[in-house]
Structures are given as C-alpha cells and as structure tokens.
C-alpha cells in the first residue's frame, strides 16, 4: 500500500519536536525519487499538501501538515565517497551520527554537529541550514554542501 492512514499512524505523525500538532490525512514512506513525484502528482491532482518529514527534530513544526507527510527515513542510502576530493553522495533520509559513522571509516568528517544530530536527518538539516559548536570554527551545513538534486512541485528533477 502506497499511503498509510491508520488512526495510528495519523496520530505518530501528527507531532514533532515543536509545540504544535496538525493532523496529516495521509502518510507516505519513501523509498524511491518514483515515490516523491507520484506523491507530488497525487497530491496535485486532489488539492492536498505534501510536507517532507526527516528526523521530526524541529522544534517550529515545519514537519507537521495537514495533507500528505513524506517520511525520508527508508531514504538514505550512500552512494559514493571521494576520499580524494573529500566528498560524498547520500541520499537525504540517512541520520547525521550514522552518516559521520559511516564517513569515519574514510578519515571523513561531516562538521555542522547539531545537538540533535543522533535523530536528525540531511534532509532536515538542509532545510534548515543547521549548525551547532563545531560550526564556529567549521561552518553551517550550507558550507558543505557542492550540488543538490532537488524535486520540484511539478515534480520535475532539477540539479541545483
Ligand atoms: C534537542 C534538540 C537539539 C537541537 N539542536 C540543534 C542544533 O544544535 N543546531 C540546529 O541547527 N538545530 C538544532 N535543533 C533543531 C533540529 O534538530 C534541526 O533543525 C534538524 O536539522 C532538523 O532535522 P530533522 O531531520 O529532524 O528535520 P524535521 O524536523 O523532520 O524537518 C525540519 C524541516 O525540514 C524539512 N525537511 C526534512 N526533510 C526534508 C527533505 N528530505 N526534503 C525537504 N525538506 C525536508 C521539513 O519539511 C521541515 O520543514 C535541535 C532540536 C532538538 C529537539
């Protein structure tokens, strides 16, 4: 089934880590860039909004909506590390700490080190430009970002 929407599940997602609490009618696990523009498409065609959802860590409720949730956590598979060029491509929904642990094996380290960064996930922290103490000396996630793959509403791919 493509889109969960048992009272459960309406209920899990409708919380995150800020004050606010907005019910989703539907929610849809991503595991593939097919499933984002179908559900772009979808949503589309039935005057719903979509609302990407990573670790849930934000505390302004940016993850709460009342359409559809796209839920990134089955998203995160890496794809490739330069250790040459000190580089890696991810997909979005791998968490911060999994992604450092992962890159440690290379010598690598991905630096912005928000507090939440054992739940949090690429996607959110790009979203939000996150950083934390290491940011004073290393920068934001901004800085460490060279090339986005990045799904437009119509649901066109566009590398920004
Ligand atoms: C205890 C705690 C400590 C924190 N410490 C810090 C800190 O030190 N530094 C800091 O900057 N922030 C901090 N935060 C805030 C928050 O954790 C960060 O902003 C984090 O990066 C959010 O990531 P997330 O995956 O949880 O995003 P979510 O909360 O799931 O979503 C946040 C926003 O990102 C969007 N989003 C998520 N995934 C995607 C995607 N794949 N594509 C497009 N948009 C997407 C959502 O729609 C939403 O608008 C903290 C929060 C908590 C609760």
Do not use: H
């Not at 009272?7 to 984002?36: C, F, H, M, Q, W």
């Not at 909506?65 to 040459?84: C, P, Q």
């Not at 450092?100 to 939000?128: E, T, V, W």
């Amino acid at each position: 089934m493509d889109y969960l929407n048992s009272k459960a599940t309406l209920e899990a997602y409708s919380s995150d880590s800020s004050i606010y609490t907005v019910a989703p009618k539907l929610v849809r696990l991503v595991n593939s860039t097919g499933d984002i523009v179908n559900t772009l498409q979808f949503a589309g065609q039935n005057g719903m909004t979509v609302t990407p959802r990573g670790g849930g860590t934000g505390v302004v409720g940016g993850a709460l909506g009342a359409g559809i949730i796209l839920d990134f956590s089955n998203f995160k598979k890496i794809m490739e590390v330069d250790t040459d060029n000190r580089t890696v491509v991810t997909q979005v929904g791998i968490i911060y700490d999994e992604l450092n642990l992962f890159l440690r094996k290379s010598g690598l380290y991905f630096p912005p080190d928000p507090s939440s960064g054992d739940s949090c996930q690429i996607g959110g922290m790009l979203a939000g430009n996150s950083s934390g103490p290491s940011s004073l000396k290393y920068g934001l996630t901004s800085d460490f970002v060279e090339e986005l793959s990045v799904i437009k509403p119509s649901g066109q791919q566009v590398i920004a």
